[in-house]
């Protein structure tokens, strides 16, 4: 059965740090790879997508590719209160419509 | 107006009783999605379609069906509702090319008493 895991957290950081957040998947036919971010009893946001390997940014957001180790991670700058969120990393092959989700980690930035 | 519309956005039933929950969507896209969160559990796909011809099953079908009723509705039923079906329900669209991302409604809050 493919997997997606993510860390459940929270994951705590200050205010103006760095937030990293890490997602693992058991699929090495993974080809597109997701971060949505979704508020207590909202709808899940997509934030970043990413297809290739390496590192692809936007604003503060910045999203890392390593399909040879099987992890995507989303690294969030200057963190804001925000932020405060749960961030689900979403996983899919390129032959598929179907997403894979984690569960989901629970950000949580301190003023 | 949203691309994707959810309605109700709560419905609290009973046991046994028939419920049917509604989306429908301004994106344009084929593809259209039914899912199901409940707490520590992330998203669990119940139900996919990719035109109205064309439905299947997700990883937790038992208890619901669908119907496509056109490119921009899809509806979800539950048949006869138990409490461990008390969940919150999204809908969710994609687009034309496989690995596009998927964008969701604001969600269904359902409790089953």
């Known amino acids: 059965q493919k997997e997606v895991e993510q860390n459940s957290g929270p994951l705590s950081v200050p205010e103006g740090a760095i937030a990293s957040l890490n997602c693992t998947y058991s699929?090495?036919?993974?080809?597109?790879f997701f971060w949505y971010r979704q508020y207590s009893g909202k709808s899940p946001e997509l934030i970043m997508f990413?297809?290739?390997?390496g590192d692809k940014e936007d604003g503060r957001f910045t999203a890392q590719l390593n399909k040879a180790s099987q992890y995507v991670s989303l690294l969030i700058r200057d963190s804001q209160p925000s932020d405060s969120a749960t961030y689900l990393c979403?996983?899919?092959?390129?032959?598929?419509?179907?997403?894979?989700f984690g569960s989901g980690t629970r950000l949580l930035v301190r003023p | 107006d949203a691309d994707v519309t959810q309605t109700p956005r709560n419905r609290i039933t009973k046991t046994g009783k028939r419920i049917m929950l509604e989306c429908s969507q301004t994106k344009g896209h084929d593809r259209m999605y039914w899912y199901r969160q409940d707490p520590g559990l992330g998203l669990r796909l119940i139900y996919y379609s990719f035109d109205v011809k064309d439905i299947n099953k997700g990883e937790i079908s038992d208890g619901y069906s669908v119907s496509r009723q056109a490119q921009a509705k899809f509806s979800l039923s539950l048949e006869s509702a138990i409490p461990n079906q008390t969940a919150l329900y999204f809908c969710?669209?994609?687009?034309?090319?496989?690995?596009?991302?998927?964008?969701f409604g604001d969600g269904t809050r359902l409790s089953i008493l």
């Open positions: 990413i297809y290739s390997n």
């Open positions: 969710a669209t994609g687009g034309t090319l496989a690995g596009q991302p998927q964008h």
């Open positions: 699929d090495r036919g993974s080809q597109s």
């Open positions: 979403a996983v899919s092959e390129d032959s598929s419509y179907k997403l894979i």
